[in-house]
T-cell receptor, first 112, second 115 residues
């Protein structure tokens, strides 16, 4: 069974639109970490955020915000007022027992 | 601070040749991961080391693949003999000590093409 599910394979939005990338995870551990990574067309994997299982506060960083809900096992990522530079593949990941589990990624295209 | 350093960045080789990919993790990181990324299979974990010891190598495709970590600052991933289906981007990543803490820091990847 997939531990991290990113049901949206590809999303296209027009610049300045808001977009939410969904992430659903599965774990039996009470202590775990969730992450989002960005992979722009240049190919590197860039860390965006880490959230531990005991902190359900939403987080905002500029145009980026994250909504962590343990009740639904979701850790969604919203980009407000999207820009062309946001075009990338975004990966959600779960860390439990030392291992990392990545979702299959959501490819976001922001159309100018 | 230097990030995770991988070499070579690009490798083109012919089927049957031996390929060795190298990785230097961030100093102080005691966990090291090798991933393979392809369009078809996405990001796959190949092997994971903790304190230089392989913890989980269940993702290593077959006997043609081997990985070593002789010390805390160096790891290799070897493919022998290489096949066209091994063409992919291979990422090395490291993280801080702690079972569940710490994000992964990725290298820039080694793009392998096997002709």
């Amino acid at each position: 069974a997939q531990k991290v599910t990113q049901a949206q394979t590809e999303i296209s939005v027009v610049e300045k639109e808001d977009v939410t990338l969904d992430c659903v995870y599965e774990t039996r551990d009470t202590t775990y970490y969730l992450f989002w990574y960005k992979q722009p067309p240049s190919g590197e994997l860039v860390f965006l955020i880490r959230r531990n299982s005991f902190d359900e506060q939403n987080e905002i960083s500029g145009r980026y915000s994250w909504n962590f809900q343990k009740s639904t096992s979701s850790f969604n990522f919203t980009i407000t007022a999207s820009q062309v530079v946001d075009s990338a593949v975004y990966f959600c990941a779960l860390r439990e027992m030392g291992q990392f589990y990545f979702g299959t990624g959501t490819s976001l295209t922001v159309i100018p | 601070d230097a990030g995770v350093i991988q070499s070579p960045r690009h490798e083109v080789t012919e089927m049957g040749q031996e390929v060795t990919l190298r990785c230097k993790p961030i100093s102080g990181h005691n966990s090291l991961f090798w991933y393979r990324q392809t369009m078809m299979r996405g990001l796959e974990l190949l092997i994971y080391f903790n304190n230089n010891v392989p913890i989980d190598d269940s993702g290593m495709p077959e006997d043609r693949f081997s990985a070593k970590m002789p010390n805390a600052s160096f790891s290799t991933l070897k493919i022998q003999p290489s096949e066209p289906r091994d063409s992919a981007v291979y990422f090395c990543a490291s993280s801080l000590p702690g079972v569940n803490t710490g994000e992964l820091f990725f290298g820039e990847g080694s793009r392998l093409t096997v002709l």
